[in-house]
């Protein structure tokens, strides 16, 4: 298949709905495709962590958008996450990541571990009070990143409930296409998103607390270190961020181990198991399938010249199953030797919550098998149509308290495991 006609496909509702196969087309033309006049694609590992890493490459600034995008200014949910540590480069981008990282340091998350757990264990108390199937993207998936990342911001537990329709709607303007309609529909999340994060620093500004939106309206009180629109487009863009990413995770990753009985028993009986799994099932099906580049300079990679102002598309679910990298890319296997995915990129634009995430993930995993040996997906699971942020809609399961026989021989990362 052409380029142009596989790119074609993947952003189509199909090639949504199931990336991976178009991948492989992709491939096939190499790790770095030309795509268009100054457009390509990037597919190969290597390539792609390169790239994340190479000070050639940036994010869109403002005289591009301009060129891409015009009107873009009009736009709420643009303008947001234009004026975010998301879209913009150094030294802007310097500065407000430096801001944020202190709410995200190793000892802060390392203290956050058993808040996760309680979170969690109270999740799953209300999954097995439930009467029938219950929608474990709303019972577990969401609830609990969304509470640990409004915990760091300091947002009362009474308004968590309102950022998942917001959430969902703004994101929609990072997919790679966009109709007027769901730019609408973004426009509408970004414009609500922003009104209550206005009102949150009014309040912290009357009385200041120990969270990171405190510190960041400190940091744009204190002087011109963060505009008034960074502070705003940053509060946003940490919450979306905080918390979308890692219910994706925990979606596809439950999907993963469930059709896997095997693979599931081992990290129920050996919990200490876990990063090596949510590496493995990042890897595998990656909550971040895709983020973009603009060239500065020229380069070459992939046997592939890319002249300046060339748009790269670094396929993050591609690179993540790069047979180069990965010998049987397809198949799920947490003993597989250093695994390393690219699922929150590298670089200076690597997730500032990455840590935070892992962490949810590695608490989440174990309990919910420890604690609902019976866990089954029922029903058919519904996916998001979207192809950056890869995720489900609704995965009904059902709590069972009784686990399958299943016999797991003692092992460990990195050694001989059990068939998944």
């Known amino acids: 298949m052409d380029p142009t006609d596989a790119l074609a496909l993947l952003m189509s509702p199909e090639g949504r709905l199931d990336p991976y196969p178009t991948y492989e087309r992709l491939r096939a033309h190499g790790p770095v495709v030309q795509?268009?006049?100054?457009?390509?694609?990037?597919?190969?590992?290597?390539?792609?962590?390169?790239?994340?890493?190479?000070?050639r490459f940036g994010v869109m600034d403002d005289v591009l958008r301009d060129q891409f995008m015009p009107g873009w200014r009009e736009s709420p949910a643009v303008?947001?996450?234009?004026?975010?540590?998301?879209?913009?480069?150094?030294?802007?981008?310097?500065?407000?990541?430096?801001?944020?990282?202190?709410?995200?340091t190793p000892r802060r998350i390392a203290a956050m571990r058993d808040v996760v757990r309680a979170q969690a264990d109270e999740l799953v108390d209300g999954m097995l009070a439930a009467d029938g199937p219950v929608d474990f993207m709303a019972a577990f998936a969401y609830p609990l990143p969304v509470g640990v990342i409004c915990a760091l911001l300091g947002v009362p537990a009474a308004d968590r409930p309102l950022f998942r329709r917001w959430a969902t709607d703004l994101t929609g303007v990072l997919e790679p296409e966009i109709t007027a309609d769901e730019l609408a529909v973004a426009d509408r999340g970004a414009a609500e998103l922003r009104s209550y994060f206005t009102e949150l620093v009014a309040a912290r500004r009357r009385a200041p607390a120990d969270d990171l939106t405190t510190a960041l309206v400190q940091a744009h009180d204190g002087g011109d270190r963060l505009s008034g629109d960074e502070l705003l487009a940053n509060l946003i863009v940490l919450l979306v961020a905080g918390f979308e990413t890692t219910t994706n995770l925990l979606g596809n990753g439950l999907v993963a181990l469930l059709d896997r009985p095997r693979a599931a028993a081992a990290l129920r009986e050996r919990p200490d198991l876990a990063p090596a799994y949510v590496d493995e099932l990042l890897r595998y099906d990656s909550p971040v399938q895709l983020t973009s580049r603009m060239s500065t300079a020229p380069s070459r990679y992939g046997d592939v010249d890319l002249p300046p102002e060339s748009w790269v598309i670094v396929l993050l679910g591609a690179a993540n199953r790069d047979p180069r990298r990965y010998p049987d890319p397809g198949r799920f296997d947490p003993w597989r030797a250093q695994i390393a995915p690219l699922s929150f990129g590298a670089g200076p634009h690597y997730c500032l919550g990455a840590a935070l995430a892992r962490l949810e993930a590695q608490v989440a995993f174990p309990l919910l098998l420890r604690r609902l040996p019976g866990l089954a997906v029922a029903g058919r699971p519904e996916r998001r149509v979207r192809l950056t942020l890869r995720g489900h809609a609704t995965l009904p399961v059902t709590v069972g308290r009784e686990a399958a026989p299943v016999t797991v021989p003692g092992t460990r990362p990195g050694a001989a495991g059990p068939t998944p």
Not at 79 to 104: E, K, V
Request: proline share 6%; net charge positive; no cysteine.
């Open 35 to 55: 795509a268009g006049p100054v457009f390509y694609v990037v597919t190969g590992y290597a390539e792609a962590d390169a790239i994340l890493r190479d000070a």
């Open 79 to 104: 303008l947001s996450i234009s004026r975010s540590m998301l879209r913009t480069n150094p030294p802007d981008h310097s500065r407000m990541r430096r801001l944020a990282a202190g709410a995200f």
